[in-house]
């Protein structure tokens, strides 16, 4: 894993281009439940099995079979990335963007094992990653933008269709991610793009003169919810 580490973001964010084929991502595509979108005033969201309760509880209940090959299979071979997370990986939760369309800085708290991957499928996006500070350090939840603070470190994420990003370590719980609503990503270069070189490719963002238009995007986020609901726990122990 350690050629995947993109530099200089807080340790540790991985990117790995080509994490799933063009066919494996049509075959994912055509997999997400039409009949279970939630819409929200600025973007649309699946959670599976389910959301969970009030008090961040999953109810008993398996992952789809779709995810399992290749999504999860490939995800168990990395190195132990989810090694120590309780149940392995327990829950999924799948958001659409549409061109323009994004999600305001926040930190996914303390209701998941602090490890979560991320595979893009259809258009590129920018993440904008940012260090907490200190008023930040709130309870979970959607915060202020925090890009107006002095002296606020930030980072640009590129992620392209396809690929995969790892959040971990201290980039986990000290920073803030984000998604700009905007209609096309510039200034995209190896000064301005933490995982330039990282990148599948390169050479397409460099042709579009360091722009990208937005195109719809869909994401999958994997984590393993610390709590299960006691049944769920026996019933559907460690995915490995
Ligand atoms: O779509 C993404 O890449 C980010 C999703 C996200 O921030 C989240 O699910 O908490």
């Not at 340790?11 to 929200?40: G, H, K, M, Q």
């Not at 301005?192 to 869909?218: C, K, M, P, Y």
Request: hydrophobic fraction near 40%; aromatic fraction near 6%; include cysteine.
């Amino acid at each position: 894993m350690e050629a995947h580490l993109i530099p200089a973001v807080p340790s540790s964010v991985y990117y790995i281009a080509d994490f799933i084929t063009a066919e494996e991502e049509a075959f994912l595509l055509r997999s997400i439940p039409s009949n279970r979108w939630v819409p929200l005033s600025h973007r649309r969201l699946q959670a599976l099995p389910s959301r969970l309760t009030t008090n961040n509880t999953l109810l008993p209940s398996p992952l789809p079979a779709w995810l399992e090959h290749p999504v999860l299979e490939r995800l168990k071979s990395l190195d132990g990335m989810f090694g120590d997370a309780p149940h392995g990986i327990n829950h999924c939760l799948i958001n659409e963007y549409l061109p323009g369309q994004g999600i305001m800085p926040h930190e996914d708290g303390g209701a998941y094992h602090p490890v979560v991957a991320t595979v893009s499928l259809g258009g590129s996006t920018v993440l904008k990653v940012s260090q907490k500070r200190a008023a930040d350090s709130a309870p979970a939840g959607t915060l202020e933008d925090p890009s107006s603070g002095a002296g606020t470190k930030t980072w640009r994420i590129l992620q392209e269709p396809r690929s995969l990003l790892i959040t971990c370590g201290s980039a986990y719980t000290e920073t803030l991610h984000g998604i700009a609503e905007i209609m096309e990503d510039v200034d995209l270069s190896e000064h301005t793009v933490a995982n330039w070189s990282l990148l599948g490719d390169r050479q397409h963002f460099v042709a579009q003169g360091g722009r990208s238009e937005r195109e719809t995007r869909i994401s999958l986020t994997l984590r393993d919810v610390k709590k299960v609901s006691g049944l769920g726990a026996k019933l559907f122990g460690k995915v490995r």
